[in-house]
């Protein structure tokens, strides 16, 4: 591999850092990549965005899957919550599958030569290589089925722990919630957080937990504070 278990846990604690203190959690694997590069010369080469790309993307792809479980589940129980949470769920699951239904066609023309064949059409040279090295993907993890495995299996158990300590937040704060609502939650908050327009997702996390907890029948300035307890915690 690139990099040692010692080294990828430093700089994954690197990125992390970064993550909190510049806007956007994107802005943590930015960083992450480029301290990677900075220290070690060996490391620039299109195989270390395309390991950051594809870490981000493993645990998105977890993040999504819960997400759609937990709301299927919910939904399944429609008539206990509240109409506007309902509709809200109904139109962020179609927005989850459709946002699935096209990374899987971006998948399978990274598998076919059809990927190829735009990046040639390209007339701006710097889309086309970044395109380039996204169609290596196929090729670069083509026999790491075992590592792909691996890499689901851990952001499976990192998103549940989470997930569990924000259902414990919630129980603290006495709001007695289902363990899937309170997945919704963190998964809405996770991926509106790696927004970069804020610091932390500070006023983003706010806005966004105050509305859930409106809609959802809980006092929007809970949603506040659950926010900063989150932020506190993190």
Excluded: C
Excluded at 57 to 74: I, N, P, R
Excluded at 136 to 162: M, Q
Aim: no cysteine; proline share 4%.
């Amino acid at each position: 591999g690139l990099l040692s278990f010692p080294q990828a846990l430093r700089y994954t604690w690197v990125g992390l850092f970064f993550g909190a203190v510049i806007p956007g959690g994107i802005s943590g694997d930015i960083a992450k990549g480029l301290s990677l590069a900075y220290r070690d010369s060996n490391l620039r080469t299109k195989l270390l965005p395309i390991s950051i790309l594809f870490d981000k993307l493993v645990g998105v792809a977890v993040l999504a899957s819960f997400f759609v479980l937990s709301v299927a589940v919910t939904l399944g129980a429609s008539s206990r919550i509240n109409p506007a949470l309902t509709k809200a769920l109904h139109i962020t699951l179609i927005l989850v599958v459709v946002a699935a239904g096209a990374l899987i066609v971006a998948l399978l023309l990274l598998r076919a030569n059809a990927w190829r064949i735009i990046t040639t059409r390209l007339t701006n040279a710097k889309v086309a290589s970044v395109l380039s090295v996204l169609g290596s993907i196929p090729e670069l993890y083509r026999n790491r089925s075992r590592d792909i495995a691996v890499s689901f299996a851990l952001g499976t158990v990192g998103h549940l722990a989470n997930a569990t300590a924000h259902w414990l937040i919630l129980s603290a704060m006495g709001f007695h919630v289902s363990p899937m609502f309170a997945f919704i939650l963190y998964s809405v908050l996770s991926v509106v957080t790696m927004i970069p327009i804020s610091i932390s997702g500070i006023g983003v996390r706010d806005i966004v937990s105050a509305g859930l907890f409106s809609i959802s029948g809980m006092p929007p300035e809970a949603g506040v504070a659950y926010s900063w307890i989150v932020l506190a915690i993190n």
